[in-house]
């Protein structure tokens, strides 16, 4: 039997009520300035989310936003994603970290959503990075085609003078694991990793999952990105390890949640 076809306009009804529905119940769809996004260019959002100015001050230079407003940057998608998770567990009873700072655009994103949400003192935001660039890598287990040591590379001081008006953020340098002794005593409820390379990952996993609240939100933002092989193989040995769900989310990230000690 032969199909009937879809009448025309059919699909673009749909879409109309679909929107009103949402619209009536305080939402609305907002389009991207990126096409990235695996499910289009658009993403439902509250109408009072400030996460578009926030994203477009997260970079100061004009020469690195630019980059970022590229078709093919997912770098708002993923922040997105971030912040959004970072909102199901606000307002934070316990401190936040990030591994793989950079420039401080996504950590500034994280500030911007912890300060709204009135996370102040003795809670911490601890950034963590060489600020040398990436440590060399595994061949073994890493896509040493794709990572070359050195990359990511930003002054110490820039990103200490970026966060000056967030007393609550510590911006720590040096290799993981080395550097965390200032973590050693806390406990964390929200995680974001950026870290690129297994060896990192798989330190800073081991290092923090311990510390974590319950419940608490791990992010590992290079899972399922071409030529980041060893970042979603730590992700993936640790999860088996500690009988935990990775879940690979849309944006390329995934997400670990703690649901018990």
Request: contains cysteine; charged residues 25%; positive net charge.
């Given at each position: 039997?032969?199909?009937?076809p879809?009448?025309?306009?059919?699909a673009?009804?749909?879409?109309?009520?679909?929107?009103?529905?949402?619209?009536r119940?305080?939402?609305?769809?907002?389009?991207?300035?990126?096409?990235?996004?695996?499910?289009?260019?658009?993403?439902?959002?509250?109408p009072?989310?400030?996460?578009d100015?926030?994203f477009?001050?997260?970079?100061?230079?004009p020469r690195h936003?630019?980059?970022?407003?590229?078709?093919?940057?997912s770098?708002?998608?993923?922040?997105?994603?971030?912040?959004?998770?970072?909102?199901?567990?606000?307002?934070l009873e316990?401190?936040?970290?990030?591994?793989?700072?950079?420039?401080?655009l996504?950590?500034?994103?994280?500030?911007?959503?912890?300060?709204?949400s009135g996370?102040a003192a003795?809670?911490?935001?601890q950034?963590?990075?060489?600020?040398?660039?990436?440590p060399?890598?595994?061949?073994?287990?890493d896509?040493?085609?794709?990572?070359?040591?050195?990359t990511?590379?930003t002054?110490?001081?820039?990103?200490?003078?970026?966060?000056?008006?967030?007393?609550?953020?510590?911006?720590?340098?040096?290799?993981?694991p080395?550097?965390?002794?200032?973590a050693?005593?806390?406990?964390?409820?929200?995680?974001?990793?950026?870290?690129?390379?297994?060896?990192?990952?798989?330190?800073?996993?081991?290092?923090?999952?311990?510390?974590?609240?319950?419940p608490?939100?791990?992010v590992?933002?290079?899972?399922?990105?071409?030529?980041?092989?060893g970042?979603?193989?730590?992700v993936d040995?640790?999860?088996?390890?500690?009988?935990?769900?990775a879940?690979y989310?849309?944006?390329?990230?995934a997400?670990?949640?703690?649901?018990?000690?």
């Amino acid at each position: 039997r032969r199909r009937r076809p879809i009448e025309r306009g059919g699909a673009a009804a749909v879409k109309r009520m679909w929107r009103r529905w949402l619209e009536r119940h305080g939402y609305q769809i907002r389009r991207l300035p990126t096409r990235w996004a695996p499910w289009g260019d658009r993403l439902l959002s509250k109408p009072d989310d400030p996460f578009d100015r926030i994203f477009e001050a997260a970079e100061p230079d004009p020469r690195h936003r630019s980059r970022l407003k590229s078709p093919t940057n997912s770098k708002v998608c993923r922040c997105w994603m971030l912040k959004s998770l970072l909102e199901t567990l606000l307002p934070l009873e316990h401190d936040a970290a990030e591994c793989g700072v950079n420039r401080g655009l996504s950590a500034y994103v994280l500030a911007e959503y912890l300060q709204r949400s009135g996370f102040a003192a003795p809670r911490r935001l601890q950034l963590f990075d060489t600020f040398e660039g990436t440590p060399e890598v595994d061949a073994a287990k890493d896509d040493a085609a794709s990572i070359v040591a050195g990359t990511y590379a930003t002054p110490y001081e820039y990103v200490v003078d970026r966060f000056r008006s967030y007393p609550f953020v510590d911006v720590v340098a040096g290799r993981i694991p080395e550097s965390l002794g200032p973590a050693a005593e806390r406990t964390f409820a929200f995680l974001h990793l950026d870290l690129n390379i297994y060896e990192a990952y798989r330190d800073a996993l081991n290092f923090f999952w311990p510390r974590m609240a319950v419940p608490g939100i791990v992010v590992c933002d290079d899972y399922g990105f071409p030529g980041s092989r060893g970042a979603s193989l730590a992700v993936d040995e640790f999860a088996a390890a500690h009988e935990v769900k990775a879940v690979y989310l849309p944006t390329g990230q995934a997400a670990l949640w703690k649901f018990r000690a």
